[in-house]
T-cell receptor, first 113, second 111 residues
Framework: DAGVIQSPRHEVTEMGQEVTLRCKPISGHNSLFWYRQTMMRGLELLIYFNNNVPIDDSGMPEDRFSAKMPNASFSTLKIQPSEPRDSAVYFC???????????FGDGTRLSIL | AQRVTQPEKLLSVFKGAPVELKCNYSYSGSPELFWYVQYSRQRLQLLLRHISRESIKGFTADLNKGETSFHLKKPFAQEEDSAMYYCALRAHNNAGNMLTFGGGTRLMVKP
């Protein structure tokens, strides 16, 4: 089992550009979570999906952020347009049934210049 | 709504000293508590969960419902324990398996 796979591992881009982060959950997991980690705010839940359906997106900071899960094996988090304050490490996590723990990916380190 | 508080952002101890990372929670129902660890520039990993009542890497944590705490303890810290530790809570009625994380505590174990 390769675990949760995120790409890219690092992304450096200029402000105003569109950024797309990708996540492949563990096969068979039906819940997927996007988190943002910063020094100031720690680990924040942005959005999570259950069976490909967004359940709670209250953590999404603003309309510039959007997330999709077109199928059980793929999700994207998009920022358009990006701003320097979006610089952070973005983690994806997945879990199986409700009593199972979340498994995290390696994260994407995003730097917006 | 549930909340998890880790009062210490940074905890620094010497190798061999006992360690206690504090975690307090607020939740009206029956919670499930977890500790996750993140080593430098690595992914978060599940360290332990209260329902397992196990010891991982020498760490233990006991759920104290009276004090609403789930402190993480280790009798003798090692340098390789230096990492970021997150306490997390899952509400009993949470069908989506969502976790509420604390702000994290950075543990530094000095030689």
């Amino acid at each position: 089992d390769a675990g949760v796979i995120q790409s890219p591992r690092h992304e450096v881009t200029e402000m105003g550009q569109e950024v797309t982060l990708r996540c492949k959950p563990i096969s068979g997991h039906n819940s997927l979570f996007w988190y943002r980690q910063t020094m100031m705010r720690g680990l924040e839940l942005l959005i999570y999906f259950n069976n490909n359906v967004p359940i709670d997106d209250s953590g999404m900071p603003e309309d510039r952020f959007s997330a999709k899960m077109p199928n059980a094996s793929f999700s994207t988090l998009k920022i358009q347009p990006s701003e320097p304050r979006d610089s952070a490490v973005y983690f994806c996590a997945s879990s199986a049934q409700r009593n199972q723990p979340q498994h995290f990916g390696d994260g994407t380190r995003l730097s917006i210049l | 709504a549930q909340r998890v508080t880790q009062p210490e952002k940074l905890l620094s101890v010497f190798k061999g000293a006992p360690v206690e990372l504090k975690c307090n929670y607020s939740y009206s129902g029956s919670p499930e508590l977890f500790w996750y660890v993140q080593y430098s520039r690595q992914r978060l990993q599940l360290l332990l969960r209260h329902i397992s009542r196990e010891s991982i890497k020498g760490f233990t944590a006991d759920l104290n419902k009276g004090e609403t705490s789930f402190h993480l303890k280790k009798p003798f810290a090692q340098e390789e324990d230096s990492a970021m530790y997150y306490c997390a809570l899952r509400a009993h009625n949470n069908a989506g398996n969502m976790l509420t994380f604390g702000g994290g505590t950075r543990l530094m174990v000095k030689p």
